[in-house]
């Protein structure tokens, strides 16, 4: 009899546990409704890459320009001292993980042995005509670890007869397509299409929706970079600026490659797109594109300048490092380069935020609930967030405001401000604005995966600083807040406040 006892004693006990876990998991909170249209993980993965590299290298790298003619003899095309190596390790020391290379440029020459053209590197006397740089940079990349590879195949051909022809040529560009994600491994990482091509170009209509079932047939995880995307689409300059306004959204049916009608569309967005089609913002390290003796990089302060306005505006950064005629990136560039990884990890490896307290109007689930304002200074910027009550955003729209605020004491300089949105979850985040102990000292509209305020004054001993969320798009999420400072920015008039 007491052994029934006890066994109805503890069948009770598990079924009062029971409840009480059924309970507790009903009390917790559920993140909200994610706002569509979303990104794809591979899209995610891209978007955190921030910079990534181009590799414009071929005959022009040669002849001293910019637009091959197609007519090259190949016999100029002798590298003599090619080392991926040296680009891939470039690329490491600046925090780069992709590297685009041109495999094919407007002048039609291939940097691959082809089966399907003699205009390449087989008819060069660059290892005698054995060589392959496709394959050196994947191997290179491969063997360095950490480094992804992405193509460039211009539709526009120079060379090639049957350019102009419509199904001969799409034939041949497709063939071209499936040797290079075929025969290089599955983890080509971007590939780029372009609408380029001269007024005398002859009239050729591109199998665009072809060409992109073939990409991802081949390369599942592929990102596919063009003016219509459809994984990433063109910021529409080649300044390597966003539109102070930049939503990852767009309706691609409003888009066409090569158009160039909708730039303006393509670098700000559409806040009422129904496609996650954020933009990448492509600019050479030098004046142009391929390497050119004459030419020296850009200064620190203007890759700066480009880094706030691109990266610092929702998008990535594709910076083009051209290699010389020897075949090796410029010492000039290298050294650049290096100097751009070590300011911007000078600017953001410390978060002065993280050194104060914050708090906010109110928070989803109340102040014990999982998004409260906390999460803005944790390490992950795309999946702990805080995020208002239902309520408080509501009074929103009737004007009081969402809000978060860092709470310093002692000494707080800084002269950048970071925000970051939950993109995972949809981008929301309309008009913002930031005070510092009441002043208010920037404004914007988007944010999206991050937004980079540089301050015209440097700011000491701020006591408070707050993010007003003015308008957005449902609940906002703030992934991540910061405060930072960055020694290279030197505005003129600039004032301590």
Sequence with gaps: MAKLFHCLMYAVTLFQLWKLAISQSEKTTTPPLPLLPLPAFSQLKWQQREVI?????????????????????????????LNADQWVNTAAEAGISLVILTA??????????????????????????????????????????????GLYLSPWDRHDKRYGKNLEYNEYYLAQLQELLRNYGTDVREIWFDGAKGSDAPNMSYYFWDWFAMVKELQSSINIFSDAGPDVRWV????????????????????????????????????KGTDWLPAECDVSIRTKWFWHKSESPKKLSELLEIYYNSVGRNCLLLLNV????????????????????????????????????????????????????????????????????????????????????????????????????????????????????????ANG?????KRLHRLDNVVVNAKNVKLKILKSKGLPLISSLGLHYDPYWHPINAEKI
């Design 104 to 149: 094919k440029h407007h002048d039609g020459f291939c940097l691959w042995p082809s089966r399907y053209t003699e205009h390449s590197v087989v008819n060069s006397p660059w290892k005698s005509g054995h060589g392959d740089v496709v394959q050196e940079l994947v191997s290179a990349a491969s063997k360095q670890g950490g480094i992804d590879v």
């Design 236 to 271: 529409g300059n080649e300044k390597g600026f966003a539109g102070s306004t930049c939503w990852s959204t767009i309706n691609r049916t409003a888009l066409s490659i090569g158009n160039g009608s909708i730039v303006d569309y393509l670098n700000t967005g559409d806040p």
């Design 322 to 441: 051209p290699p010389n005629s020897t075949g090796l990136i410029s010492d000039t560039d290298v050294q650049r380069l290096k100097e751009f990884r070590v300011a911007i990890d000078t600017i953001f490896s410390r978060n002065l935020a993280q050194e104060c307290w914050v708090k906010s109007s109110s928070q989803r689930g109340g102040k014990d609930g999982p998004f409260g304002p906390e999460n803005v200074l944790d390490g992950d910027h795309l999946w702990t967030y805080w995020t208002p009550s239902d309520d408080d955003h509501e009074h929103h729209h009737k004007g009081t405001g969402n809000w978060i605020e860092v709470s310093c004491y002692g000494s707080s300089k800084f002269n950048v401000v970071r925000i970051q949105e939950a993109i995972g979850l949809g981008q929301r985040i309309q008009l913002h604005e930031v005070y510092v102990d009441g002043i208010k000292v």
């Design 53 to 81: 590299m181009f590799l414009h290298f071929g005959v022009n790298t040669f002849t001293d320009s910019e637009r091959g003619t197609g007519e090259e003899n190949p016999a100029i095309f002798n590298p003599v001292g």
């Design 445 to 449: 509209t988007t944010v999206g995966y």
